[in-house]
């Protein structure tokens, strides 16, 4: 086949559920906040806004569409988090995205706590692989052929990229932190940047088109009311301070000289507005406007075009998880690659009574009892 025929046109994407959203700030920004206040304005049924809750930043707030995974574990059992979220929560969300879907957007509150839940989730499935307690990444990266994180980036990665494929829009909510930085010639400078690893950014920064950064900024005025850009000075010449200023949250949607972690995939965005969901909604729709120039088609005509793609693409990935013979091969490896000495020889015994053979491998390609061995795997690790 050419590739030519594999050439098309694309279209920008101009639904909140069609593109990867990260807002980031530091504590008590308003990330939540602005999630809760942004989906009730645009989606007209709250179940169409989902918010998978890695912490419990959203307990001041009504929401009515929440599913609170810090729930399922903490400290030691950490772990079972993650477990659930990849086990539980995304087979579902696929499968409900083919069947009838309800959700449009996902919510996850927040990414650093998602990853603090993955990084668990490995260790403990390391442990049970290898028979030793690993205490970090690096102590995997130390004592056995496996790059801790790389570990983490592949288990990050891959349940938020099936959400994607399946139609989901996601919306990361993040930390911030201010950061020295130094440059290749010695020269350093502080900045605002998000608090995750590196590991963490390939993941959730690299894959955003719209990123948004709250950082409470502070006007100062003198007692008249006057804005003061430098501070009084006492008799002495001594710098004093003043006991009146204003401090309001805003919304960056560029970089600047102290925000760093702002931008995205879209050439219409303004530096910055003030705090507001209204805000947030119009500087998204207005940077979709901007970008379509050449376009004959409504934009409510492209939005009936992405329900289509995301229908599509959704069936596809759903039929691929169930029925495809390469996809439950892999489903079964990653579970024996986890399981115990004792374990893999029980799952041995178990494939011998059904397939005759004790190495499922050699069932590769024979859907039926792929299904079989996933089923007998999924048993004896639970």
Not at 85 to 106: N, T, Y
Not at 254 to 259: C, E, G, I, L, Y
Not at 314 to 336: F, G, R, S
């Amino acid at each position: 086949m050419s590739f030519r025929k594999k050439i098309k046109k694309n279209v920008p994407k101009v639904e909140l559920q069609s593109i990867i959203t990260l807002v980031a700030g530091g504590y008590k920004t308003g990330k939540t906040r602005l999630w809760k206040e942004v989906t009730e304005q645009h989606y007209a049924d709250p179940e169409e806004a989902l918010l998978l809750a890695f912490e419990d930043g959203y307990e001041t707030w009504e929401l009515e569409n929440i599913v609170p995974l810090h729930e399922e574990g903490t400290d030691k059992d950490l772990w079972k988090v993650w477990d659930f979220f990849k086990k539980q929560v995304v087979p579902d969300l696929v499968q409900e995205a083919k069947s009838g879907r309800i959700v449009k957007l996902i919510g996850v509150d927040t990414a650093d706590r998602a990853i603090d839940a993955c990084t668990a989730w490995i260790l403990y499935d390391r442990s049970k692989k290898y028979g030793k307690d690993f205490v970090s990444l690096q102590d995997i990266s130390d004592n056995t052929k496996e790059n801790g994180w790389v570990c983490l980036s592949e288990e990050l990665r891959k349940p938020f990229d099936t959400l994607k494929n399946a139609g989901y829009g996601l919306f990361y909510i993040g930390w911030t932190k201010e950061k020295e930085t130094t440059l290749h010639n010695g020269l350093k400078y502080n900045s605002i940047q998000l608090m995750m690893s590196n590991t963490g950014k390939k993941v959730f920064e690299s894959q955003a088109s719209l990123i948004c950064c709250l950082f409470n900024e502070t006007t100062v005025f003198d007692k008249s009311g006057k804005e003061l850009d430098e501070n009084v000075k006492d008799k002495k010449k001594r710098d004093v301070a003043s006991n009146f200023h204003d401090t309001k949250t805003m919304m960056y949607f560029r970089p600047s000289d102290f925000v760093e972690i702002a931008g995205g995939r879209y050439t219409n965005l303004p530096e910055k507005e003030e705090y507001s969901a209204e805000n947030f909604l119009k500087v998204f729709e207005d940077a979709v406007n901007g970008q379509l120039k050449k376009t004959t088609k409504s934009v409510d005509e492209i939005k009936v075009d992405e329900e289509k793609d995301r229908q599509e693409k959704a069936n596809e990935l759903a039929d691929k998880l169930v029925n495809d013979p390469t996809e439950i091969m892999h489903q079964v490896d990653e579970i024996v690659g986890s399981m115990k000495k004792e374990q893999k020889q029980k799952a041995a015994t178990e494939f011998e009574k059904l397939f005759g053979v004790k190495n499922y491998k050699q069932e590769e390609g024979n859907l039926e009892n792929l299904k079989k061995a996933l089923e007998i795997v999924k048993k004896i690790s639970e």
